[in-house]
């Protein structure tokens, strides 16, 4: 008698087990059916949500590069021995005008990383 009592117990308490596990997914399946999400499916639409914001937003602050500095006439200079930028965009700076802005105007024109010159490199100057 004991013995049975305790097998109808551990039935009742497997039973009970299988029940809650059973409900469980018949909950998942019920918001399924209704159009709820589960957790799952609410971190995904998160995540989803926010990835597009995100690229919205990246596209709504793009601009368009302009390079369009209009036609400049330009000739070439060879680099003589001692030559610097410096002073070669000193030479050709107009009277009252901002030579740094000339050495930064011919490093743009010649895509050249520094102010550094080779003896005999061609670069490119804007006619006055």
Partial sequence: MVIETR???TNAAAGRRATVGAEYHTRGAAA????????????????????????CLGMIGARDARSD????????YTVRPGDTLWVYASSITPEGGDVSETVEQLKAL???????????????????
């Fill in 7 to 9: 097998i109808a117990d």
């Fill in 110 to 128: 010649n895509n050249l990383p520094s102010s550094a010159l080779q003896t005999g490199q061609r670069i490119v100057v804007p006619l006055a």
């Fill in 32 to 55: 399924a059916r209704h159009g709820r999400l589960t957790v799952r499916g609410r971190v995904i639409a998160v995540v989803l949500c926010t990835l597009l914001a995100w690229g």
């Fill in 69 to 76: 500095l209009g036609a400049i006439q330009v000739t070439t």
